[in-house]
């Protein structure tokens, strides 16, 4: 892996693990906060799409359209299931399951179709990787596996792990093969969720913007960093670094969001969570070796 790749996919994780823990503190906002940063992404971006349209950064064909639309509906199908899985779900459960199996799935995607070639490295990183994304996000307790209603949390996070896979693999496929540009590609995604969004927003318009008073000036550092995040794991697909390694380097994120919150909000940090960021660290080590 290059080192512009590699850091391309750190300064990602960066902007991935700010932007969450700027939603962190917004969470009381729910659904309108949401709503608030996707429309500020969608006009802050207009302009860099305009340009990206007017020169050309995209190579259109009835297959790019067709993977733009395909990455859309796979985006809104893993953001409606996401949520339902943390409602029926302990998120102690669905969120470590989808973020260890998503990784995992993508890499194998990638070398069934994507031409990714396997390698010990790739596979003990990707494997390091999710095992330490296990540990952080439970915090080292797999007891909570043994409860009944674990189960219903471990089928949905494999049901949202199995998205992150194919809209990994299916905007991959995109920018390298087809030669979207990235940033349109995110946009497009971007404004469908937005469009799905709006007709809920307009009806219960008056607590929406009641619950913004005070929050737009996160919503709009979010509605910056969180699709920068992703804009820039695609560039660095498209120049020529692969899903196998990229997919597992995202979840440094979850690592150096552990930290933030342990740093700037004070939570408390427990060994399973230290040895968690500690694997995640040797799996970086092993995916960025060439």
Known sequence: MSVQVFALIFLSAVFHATWNLLSKRAA?????????????????????????????????????????VLSAVIHLAYGLCLQRGYQVGDLSVVYPIARGTGPLLASVGAYLWLGDTPSANKVLGMFCVVGGVLLIATQGRWRIFKQPRAWVGVRWGLLVGVLIACYTVSDAYSVKNLRVSPVVLDWCTGMVITMMMAPDAWVRRRLYWERMRGRWLPAVLVGLLSP???????????????????????EMSLMIG??????????KVGPGRLLGCAVIIAGVVALARP
């Open 28 to 68: 009381p906002a729910g659904a309108a906060f949401v709503l608030g940063y996707r429309l500020c992404s969608t006009l802050l971006l207009a302009p860099w799409v305009a340009y990206e349209l007017w020169t050309g950064g995209t190579t259109w064909s009835v297959a790019a359209i067709g993977f733009i």
């Open 228 to 250: 920068m995040a992703y804009i820039l794991v695609l560039y660095a697909l498209r120049q020529g670094g692969e899903v196998s390694q990229i997919a597992p380097l995202r």
């Open 258 to 267: 552990t930290l933030a919150g342990f740093l700037i909000l004070k939570e």
